[in-house]
């Protein structure tokens, strides 16, 4: 996905174990909720399809930072949910 491209900003730009919710820049906990509610408000169809698909892509993440979890307890994506 073109989201992905805030990954190549990131040092290292791929990091086996890392989790993206919350660490690179289109992936951070302040533009997610943005995605979820341009899904609903936008009127403009295309930008709103695209949002859309930022949104479930977020959602994809979260689902790989919640598995990565629970295989590897040292993975960056520890971090992300310690202060749950
Ligand atoms: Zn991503």
């Not at 989201?3 to 992936?27: K, N, Y």
């Not at 909720?33 to 979260?62: C, E, N, Q």
């Amino acid at each position: 996905m073109l989201v992905d491209v805030d990954h190549l900003l990131a040092t290292p730009i791929f990091q086996p174990g890392r989790c993206s919710i919350g660490f690179h820049v289109l992936h951070s906990e302040y533009v997610i909720p943005l995605y979820f509610l341009g899904a609903f408000f936008i009127r403009h169809k295309i930008i709103r399809l695209v949002i859309i698909g930022l949104a479930f892509h977020m959602i994809t993440d979260f689902i790989d930072c919640l598995w990565m979890l629970s295989k590897c307890e040292t993975c960056s994506a520890a971090e992300v949910f310690r202060g749950l």
